[in-house]
């Protein structure tokens, strides 16, 4: 195990290693490239869908559901699936990563507005909001703390999986793995799978970060 974890650090630090197309910087960036679009799309979609179940109370059971869906999608199932049906692209990749994201930020989002206490959303509408503005101005800004733990749930997800690009012959950090495995390279697998651990962590430093800096100073209840 010592010898393994000493490889394994050499493996890390090469200098040789992190140049070239082939190198931990192109694959890191790449990685980054299918979880941040991927992300940023599942965000498009969910977020009006949320915004909406939340707003008018209608489809709330879909919301409750989604997340248990999410959980259950197989993602490899549903990437090859798609690679067979689309061709020889990068669209299944995101396909499959958009599809685990939504659930989670659909569900969040929801969480989030039925957290609102309905007597707020009546002192609004009784100093004369309209529904759109009870929305925008009194919902929305109530439910934003939870809404970013859903996007920051989906984008720690996505980068964890996001390792399925390289099973249908692309780029990024999985690569390390599919290629290890099919060279019983124990010590590139182990460095494929660290570094997309450090990138999920990362990744989820830096939006709750974030999250705590756009919160700062808000009163409890609001959070």
């Known amino acids: ?11 890390l630090t090469s200098a040789a290693q992190w140049s070239g197309p082939e190198g931990i910087a192109t694959r890191v960036l790449e990685h980054l490239e299918y979880s ?3 992300t940023l799309a599942a965000a498009v979609i969910a977020l009006p869908i949320g915004l909406l179940i939340g707003h008018t109370g209608r489809g709330a059971f879909l919301a409750v559901n989604l997340s248990s ?3 259950a999608l197989p993602t490899v199932g549903l990437v090859t699936l798609v690679f067979l049906a689309g061709g020889l692209s990068v669209w299944p990749v995101y396909v499959s990563l958009v ?3 939504v659930p989670v930020i659909i569900t969040n989002t929801y969480a989030g507005m039925a957290a609102v206490d309905p007597e707020v959303k009546d002192a609004a509408k009784g100093v004369g909001l309209r529904g759109r503005q009870v929305l925008w101005q009194v919902e ?4 934003l703390p939870l809404i970013m733990t859903g996007v920051r749930l989906a984008t720690v997800q996505v980068v964890a999986t996001a390792t399925i690009a390289a099973y249908v012959s692309f780029g990024g950090l999985g690569r390390y793995v599919f290629d ?3 060279q019983r390279d124990l010590v590139q ?6 570094l997309v651990a450090v990138l999920a962590v990362v990744a989820d430093l830096a939006l709750g970060g974030l999250t705590r800096l756009l919160f700062r100073g808000r009163p409890a209840a609001a959070r």
């Not at 929305?140 to 439910?143: I, M, S, T």
């Not at 697998?189 to 660290?194: D, I, P, R, T």
């Open 189 to 194: 697998v182990l460095g494929g799978a660290v």
């Open 140 to 143: 929305l800004p109530l439910a």
């Open 36 to 38: 941040l679009l991927a």
């Open 1 to 11: 195990m010592l010898e393994l974890l000493k490889n394994l650090a050499s493996w």
């Open 99 to 101: 599809a685990l994201a």
């Open 180 to 182: 290890g495995l099919a």
């Open 69 to 71: 869906f999410g959980r």
